[in-house]
């Protein structure tokens, strides 16, 4: 790909010089056939006429070589008046290209009449739907993916990720969401597993630590002097024994308190969809989680995890990652072709986005006309050579050819009229 401007601008070179030495060489000839016939010692009618003509010829070709060459520089190096027109004039090629982009080109009508018939929606599902194409694809993104990420700066990308989620968990309203969860919880009877897990860890707990806790109760700080060691263990047995029994009736099927405790959620769904009072309680724990340092280290930290995730992936095995990344992107073309509602509405994003930009075409105008006018003189005279030089050749060429064709009618009309029999003919016609 980045060898294509190079090949071009190859292109144009070779077509200027070709056309160059054509007009040049021409030129030369018309001169050479001057000095020739200009030398014969008896010329003939059609000496002269090749004289007369080749004379026109030359003052032609001049005449076109000067004015193709004063739009670029000036000729021969001499200050003459309007010529350099290209240089002198670059800031006003500027601020015309920009007026032509505004007028133009960067209009509603005509943007969106082009858009809709380039159909780029079909074109990318039907380029992506090949399996070839979405190979390279593929294997470019694996290639620079590693190279992209590497470039980024991680601490704003962490600033920025945290930033970010921070906003959208914030403009989250979350009590119905979480009403809707545990509503589908108790719909699907879920929320008995949940609570059946619950009970089995806090079991768990209770059993590993009973000796701690019970050890604590008795020597720790908050304990009555008075009240003997022995007995704040039996204390702590005993309370500890009360809440093992209130967990395994919890976990009991038939028992009153596991229905009252399941009861108890659906209460709380309900009550999170329709009670402002919960909302407010649930929106300001909300808030005031996300504003501890915490949460927002802890949102920060999701820029890794994805960076990590996909620079494993990649790193790991890439060919792999190249193929499940040229499956995806095939498939995603082969359900784009199917789906013409899907691309309809591809093509309205993708419509609206260019669309934006035209309130400021003028912008881009300005924009255009900044650019050309920080060119460099030389430049901008060399691409503008190399792009329009090889026609303006034929200028030269064509010059040169029109003007023997005028020379040799003049010389002919000249001649027609020194001819007694046309020179009387002429005097009759004079009144």
Known sequence: MAAEPDDLEARQRQALRRTRAVATGLLLTMAAIVIGTGLVAEPTVWTSLAHA???????????????VTAL?????????????????????????????????????ELLSGKLRAFD?????????????????????????????????????????????LGMRLRDIDAAPVLAL???????????????????????????????????????????????????????????????????????????????RALDAVTTLADELAISPEYRAKIETAKRDLLDRPEMQQWLGSAWDQIRDAVLGDVTADPDYARAG??????????????????????????????????PWRGELA?????????????????????????????VRFTGTLVGAAVGCVLYLLELALREPVIANVWQRMLP
């Open 181 to 259: 969860a545990l509503r589908l919880l108790t719909a699907g009877g879920y929320h008995g597993a949940v609570l059946d897990r619950a009970l089995k860890l806090g079991r768990e707990f209770l059993d590993r630590n009973a000796s701690e806790i019970e050890q604590a109760a008795a020597e720790g700080p908050r304990r009555r002097w008075w009240i003997p060691a022995a007995v704040n263990k039996r204390i702590a047995r005993a309370i500890l024994n009360g809440l093992g029994e209130v967990l395994d009736e919890l976990q009991s099927a038939d028992s009153v308190m596991r229905r």
């Open 120 to 164: 780029a929606a079909q074109r990318l599902a039907t380029w992506l739907s090949e399996p070839d194409n979405s190979t390279m694809a593929a294997d470019q993104v694996v290639r620079m993916l590693p190279y992209a990420v590497a470039a980024l700066d991680d601490a704003e990308l962490r600033a920025f990720t945290a930033k970010a």
């Open 53 to 67: 003509a080749a004379e026109a010829g030359v003052v032609g070709g001049l005449a076109d070589w000067f004015a």
């Open 72 to 108: 670029f520089r000036r000729p021969l190096g001499l200050p003459i008046p309007h010529t350099a027109i290209v240089p002198r004039n670059k800031n006003r090629i500027g601020e015309g290209l920009g007026a032509f982009l505004e007028r133009h080109f960067l209009t509603n």
């Open 366 to 394: 300005r924009f255009v006309a900044d650019v050309v006018h920080r060119w460099d003189e030389k430049v901008l005279v060399q691409r503008m050579e190399l792009a329009l030089g090889a026609d303006l050749q034929y």
């Open 325 to 358: 990344l040229a499956n995806v992107l095939t498939s995603a073309g082969q359900s784009l072709l199917a789906d013409d509602g899907i691309r309809a509405r591809l093509n309205a994003s993708i419509e609206h986005a260019v669309l934006s930009v035209v």
